[in-house]
């Protein structure tokens, strides 16, 4: 079982920068894959980002590559999203989660979530 703990969101102006950080407590290899999802109001939950934690590998949402970097510390547990460049339609919960298995894409799939951290931009 692994627990996910989110932080780092805030409210910056258009074009800002932000870290977001999801420590895992846990057997944090038991979540072969962590990703990043985002809900803004009104819209359906969307992946942004995922990584494997045995190996690394990552990918990314057609509309944040190039701006937002995904990484991990398996030494903290931590999984980070370096997010660069920021618009306003970024504006969003955002929420890691895990899953024994592939990195699909698709928030049903994945039956563990942090409670979610807050990230505004504004123009």
């Known amino acids: 079982q692994v627990n996910l703990v989110e932080s780092g969101g805030g409210s910056v102006q258009a074009g800002g920068s932000l870290r977001l950080s999801c420590v895992a407590s846990?057997?944090?290899?038991?979540?072969?894959?962590i990703e990043w999802f985002r809900q803004a109001p009104g819209k359906e939950r969307e992946e942004v980002a995922g990584?494997?934690?045995?190996?690394?590998?990552?990918n990314y949402a057609d509309s944040v590559k190039d701006r937002f970097t995904i990484s991990l510390d398996a030494r903290k547990n931590t999984v980070y999203l370096q997010m660069n460049s920021l618009k306003p339609d970024d504006t969003a919960m955002y929420y890691c989660?895990?899953?024994?298995?592939?990195?699909?894409?698709?928030?049903?799939?994945?039956?563990?979530w942090g409670q979610g951290t807050q990230v505004t931009v504004s123009s």
């Open positions: 989660a895990s899953r024994f298995g592939r990195c699909t894409g698709a928030a049903e799939d994945f039956p563990t």
């Open positions: 990584v494997y934690t045995a190996g690394g590998s990552t």
């Open positions: 846990g057997n944090f290899y038991a979540a072969n894959c």
